[in-house]
């Protein structure tokens, strides 16, 4: 099974270029027919890289071609993105409980089961939680794992109060697995009508939306998907 699909990798080398300033604002991607040609994959693949490059808003593209956004957005490196990962996961537990609303084996949405690289009915493991201080809901979220993590860690599949704390750290440390590749996106949206119901907002309210992927050499190990309500602020200090 390989490691990462070949549209991400494709997707994260324009996006390094992007980031690096290899490729400056205005400047024209290969087309997709070279690209294909020189990473020897279908039209369907590139299409599917870029697709994801213009959701994060890095490329723009046009009837006479693929550009770089006039402002592409920035990110971390690797190291960083993974130590800002755990902070927020950390930051978002502290003082807070957290109640698990559904877990189970699933078969995931196309996007997810590319993510982990499986087979069509494949199935993975879905949990969707909230979290809060008191009254007030600070969380939603959906994370996802291997299957065959829930015989190791059979609190993957348990949704009694208390079996969500620390439920990434006994995945590590049951699976032998170690975080080497880290990826985190936020950005701001309004919520659907499942986010609003589960923070008890109104629909359209303002939130702040992210996901996360941590990964190593044989492949994901976790995915998340997150949003917070208004007027919540997350920090980070960093170390020179």
Same mark, same amino acid.
């Given at each position: 099974?390989?490691?990462?699909?070949?549209?991400?990798?494709?997707?994260?080398?324009? *996006?390094?270029?992007?980031?690096?300033?290899?490729?400056?604002?205005?400047?024209?991607?290969?087309?997709?027919?070279?690209?294909?040609?020189?990473?020897? /994959?279908?039209?369907?693949?590139?299409? @599917?890289?870029?697709?994801?490059?213009?959701?994060?808003?890095?490329?723009?593209?046009?009837?006479?071609?693929?550009?770089?956004?006039?402002?592409?957005?920035?990110?971390?490196?690797?190291?960083?993105?993974? +130590?800002?990962?755990?902070?927020?996961?950390?930051?978002?537990?502290?003082?807070? +409980?957290? *109640?698990?609303?559904?877990?189970?084996?699933? /078969?995931?949405?196309?996007?997810?089961?590319?993510?982990?690289?499986?087979?069509?009915?494949?199935?993975?493991?879905?949990?969707?939680?909230?979290?809060?201080?008191?009254?007030?809901?600070?969380?939603?979220?959906?994370?996802?794992?291997?299957?065959?993590?829930?015989?190791? /860690?059979?609190?993957?599949?348990? +949704?009694?109060?208390?079996?969500?704390?620390?439920?990434?750290? *006994?995945?590590?440390?049951?699976?032998? @697995?170690?975080?080497?590749?880290?990826?985190?996106?936020?950005?701001?949206?309004?919520?659907?009508?499942?986010?609003?119901?589960?923070?008890?907002?109104?629909?359209?309210?303002?939130?702040?939306?992210?996901?996360? *992927?941590?990964?190593?050499?044989?492949?994901?190990?976790?995915?998340?998907?997150?949003?917070?309500?208004?007027?919540?602020?997350?920090?980070?200090?960093?170390?020179?």
């Amino acid at each position: 099974m390989a490691s990462q699909k070949t549209f991400t990798k494709i997707a994260d080398h324009f *996006r390094e270029r992007i980031l690096s300033g290899e490729l400056e604002p205005g400047a024209r991607l290969p087309t997709n027919r070279e690209i294909a040609g020189q990473w020897q /994959v279908a039209a369907a693949t590139v299409s @599917r890289a870029l697709q994801a490059l213009q959701v994060e808003n890095y490329i723009r593209t046009t009837p006479r071609g693929t550009y770089v956004a006039d402002d592409p957005r920035w990110t971390l490196s690797a190291r960083d993105r993974l +130590t800002r990962v755990q902070r927020i996961k950390s930051f978002l537990a502290e003082g807070e +409980t957290s *109640r698990v609303t559904a877990a189970g084996l699933v /078969v995931p949405p196309l996007y997810v089961a590319e993510l982990f690289d499986l087979d069509a009915g494949d199935q993975i493991v879905r949990r969707e939680w909230l979290a809060g201080r008191g009254k007030t809901r600070t969380v939603f979220a959906v994370t996802w794992y291997p299957a065959p993590f829930a015989a190791l /860690v059979p609190d993957l599949l348990n +949704t009694a109060p208390g079996r969500n704390h620390g439920l990434s750290a *006994r995945v590590l440390e049951a699976t032998g @697995r170690t975080i080497t590749h880290a990826r985190d996106d936020m950005h701001a949206r309004t919520a659907d009508a499942r986010e609003a119901g589960a923070l008890g907002l109104p629909v359209g309210s303002a939130i702040l939306a992210g996901a996360h *992927r941590w990964s190593d050499d044989a492949g994901v190990i976790e995915y998340g998907e997150w949003c917070l309500p208004p007027r919540f602020t997350i920090g980070y200090e960093y170390q020179p």
